[in-house]
């Protein structure tokens, strides 16, 4: 997607470095757009931990990209050669602490895994490396992909809310960040907005402000923005009235893992939306790549909740006379608990919009898209 008319992807490779890898720092967005350089398993890991990455896709970019890092790192210093068991030993160490950065989006592991399994294909040290890099570009290159066809198959929804509202904006209501910062380009549920803003049916996006880190209001509104989608920022707990006032014709939220019978992980916040939309008869549908499937469980209560420091809770943060400063916003003694996700069970959800179409959130329709994993 374009920043200041300019093509950004969320991380790609340092064009004349490949032992460096840059990618865009969203803490410091809305107000400054700083790239930052990558170059050790431990950088990539912080980057993950402290946010400077986030969203499921592109924590499991980053993931992959981490363990090429760590292929390099793993690999033969200048003074001396090493045995194959200490290189996948040194592998195995840094896979596990990329693992237990952040627990609920699944493409973390998954990139990781995947990483590893082709890894251990190849013989030679360098023959790993390469394959780690050609398959950090892979994961990457795939989750962009799938992502604009999430976008192709989910504006048939848009448009056909357009068609009935003949030439009124489509209000679509959307929680947390899952545009195109979250993922490597496009976005899951923000993918069919830009796919019916760029066909000229005229949307309108409310975007929820998802504290305590604000990426609705940081990152949604600030990619809707740069992209001249229009949109208005409401307080988390605005949906259910706007619902109600019929200023909501569709809710379109992304997914951090969903599991192989429909329920969904999503940022915190996200059940209340689906409950709101239910009472009032609003389509609620989840926007994920099939990277953010947990093939391996049913139920959602299997799924790990992250629990972040309660400073983000009793925290903010803005941005004032060209730096970054933080404030107190609750009392100092007071305990808080700040849980990062919440499950929506798959009856609140009309439906799912993946890479290979639409489909009803049950296992059986889940399965007819993604055969392979039927057994
Ligand atoms: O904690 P974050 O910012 O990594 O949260 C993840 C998300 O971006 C959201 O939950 C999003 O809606 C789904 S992931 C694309």
Not at 11 to 37: G, K
Request: glycine content about 8%; aromatic content about 6%; hydrophobic content about 40%.
């Amino acid at each position: 997607m374009k920043v200041n008319g300019q093509h950004f992807r969320t991380i790609w490779l340092h064009p004349t470095n490949e032992r460096v890898v840059q990618l865009i720092d969203q803490r410091f967005l809305p107000h400054r757009f700083v790239v930052e350089e990558v170059s050790t398993v431990e950088q990539m890991a912080d980057a993950i931990r402290q946010m400077h990455v986030r969203g499921a896709g592109l924590i499991g970019a980053s993931a992959g990209y981490g363990m090429y890092l760590a292929a390099i790192e793993a690999g033969p210093s200048r003074t001396g050669s090493i045995s194959a068991k200490e290189f996948d030993a040194r592998l195995t160490e840094a896979a596990e602490r990329l693992k237990a950065t952040r627990p609920t989006a699944v493409n973390l592991a998954w990139a990781i895994e995947r990483q590893l399994t082709g890894m251990a294909k190849a013989k030679t040290a360098r023959e790993k490396i390469e394959l780690a890099l050609r398959t950090a570009r892979e994961i990457a290159t795939e989750d962009e992909e799938n992502c604009r066809m999430i976008g192709q198959h989910g504006v048939n929804l848009i448009e056909e809310i357009a068609r009935v509202k003949n030439g009124k904006p489509v209000n679509i209501l959307t929680h947390c960040n899952a545009g195109w910062l979250a993922f490597v380009d496009y976005g899951s549920a923000l993918a069919p907005v830009y796919a019916a803003h760029d066909r000229g049916l005229p949307v309108h996006v409310w975007v929820d402000e998802t504290r305590p880190r604000s990426q609705g209001s940081k990152l949604t509104a600030w990619e809707l923005g740069q992209h001249g989608v229009p949109h208005t920022i409401i307080a988390d707990g605005a949906g259910g009235h706007l619902m109600q006032r019929g200023a909501v014709d569709l809710v379109m939220v992304g997914s951090d893992r969903t599991t192989r019978a429909g329920d969904v992980a999503n940022k915190i916040g996200t059940y209340l939306k689906a409950l709101a939309a239910k009472d009032n008869k609003i389509p609620f549908y989840v926007a994920l790549p099939s990277s953010s499937f947990d093939w391996a469980i049913r139920d959602g209560s299997e799924i790990p909740i992250e629990e972040r420091g309660a400073e983000e809770l009793k925290r903010a943060d803005g941005w004032r006379n060209g730096r970054m400063w933080e404030v107190s916003v609750a009392p100092e003694s007071s305990p808080a608990v700040n849980y990062g996700f919440d499950v929506t069970p798959r009856r609140l959800v009309t439906g799912l919009i993946t890479e290979r179409g639409v489909c009803k959130a049950d296992e059986k329709s889940i399965l007819e898209l993604f055969i392979e994993h039927a057994s």
